[in-house]
Each structure stands twice: as structure tokens, then as C-alpha cells.
């Protein structure tokens, strides 16, 4: 069953990560919103939360990854306050730019908690559908983030 559990999130995580460049780099109506004050979060938290998983594919494992992306992300987001040589060489890349950020945003802040919850929620979807439910009933019940 992790077998088949894993294939989906392998699934997921590419799903995920094509909608959250998508977001990203979208341009049209509301652009600026959408791609710089919190949407564009919502799935790269997910994509956080979906990789870790990939790792530890037990349901009582999501409350604690989603509270520790959650965190994680949102000491990132402060991160991006410091303009260290060395951090400024790793975002001047994409993949540095997207796993770092660059510039600090207070929106991101309520995007991560909101993306952690839709996380939270879609790994339980996908935790409980693919059959693995070892540890339901525990601290993976409830989501503080």
C-alpha cells in the first residue's frame, strides 16, 4: 500500500508544482496579487509538505509536517529580511529564488497557515484513500498551524 501511496504523491507533487509555477509566472487579471501576495503559496507549501511525506508516508505523520512546514516557511519568509552575500548568490538562481524566496512579504504570512490546512487536508485524502491509516485517531486528527 506505501507503494501505491507514494506513486500518488509523486503524482501530486508534479500536479502541485506545475500549478504553483503556473501561479507564480501567471499573467492576466489580478497578477500582482496572485503571484506575489499569498496565493502562489498556498501550493508551495503544499509541495513542501507533499515532499517530506514522500519520505515518512504515514498518516500520523501529516500533523506533524504540516506544523513543521508551517513553521519552516515562515522563518523562510524572515529569512528573506537578511541579504547575506552567500543567500544572495543561492537566490539569484530558480530554483534558490523559489525554495528561498527573495523578497519579504507580510501576505505570504497567512498563505502558509492556509496552504498548510489545504495540505494537511489533501494528505489525509490521499493517506486514507490509498489505503495506509496506521496512526488515525493520534495528533494527525487536528491541525494547529
Do not use: H
Not at 27 to 47: C, F, H, K, Q, V
Not at 81 to 90: G, Q, R, T, Y
Amino acid at each position: 500500500m506505501i507503494k501505491s501511496l507514494r506513486v500518488k504523491i509523486l503524482i501530486s507533487l508534479a500536479v502541485v508544482t506545475v500549478v504553483g509555477y503556473a501561479l507564480k509566472f501567471y499573467r492576466g487579471p489580478a497578477d500582482e496579487w496572485i503571484n506575489d501576495l499569498g496565493p502562489a503559496s498556498i501550493p508551495y507549501e503544499m509541495m513542501l509538505m507533499l515532499f517530506v511525506f514522500f519520505f515518512v508516508p504515514e498518516q500520523k505523520n501529516i500533523f506533524p509536517i504540516a506544523v513543521g512546514v508551517c513553521v519552516v516557511t515562515c522563518i523562510l519568509e524572515f529569512l528573506q529580511l537578511w541579504k547575506a552575500p552567500w543567500l544572495m548568490v543561492i537566490r539569484s538562481t530558480l530554483p534558490g529564488r523559489a525554495l528561498l524566496g527573495n523578497t519579504f512579504s507580510w501576505w505570504d504570512l497567512p498563505a502558509y497557515p492556509v496552504g498548510c490546512l489545504v495540505g494537511y487536508w489533501y494528505l489525509r485524502w490521499i493517506a486514507g484513500s490509498g489505503g495506509n491509516r496506521s496512526g488515525s485517531g493520534e495528533s494527525g486528527d487536528r491541525l494547529l498551524c
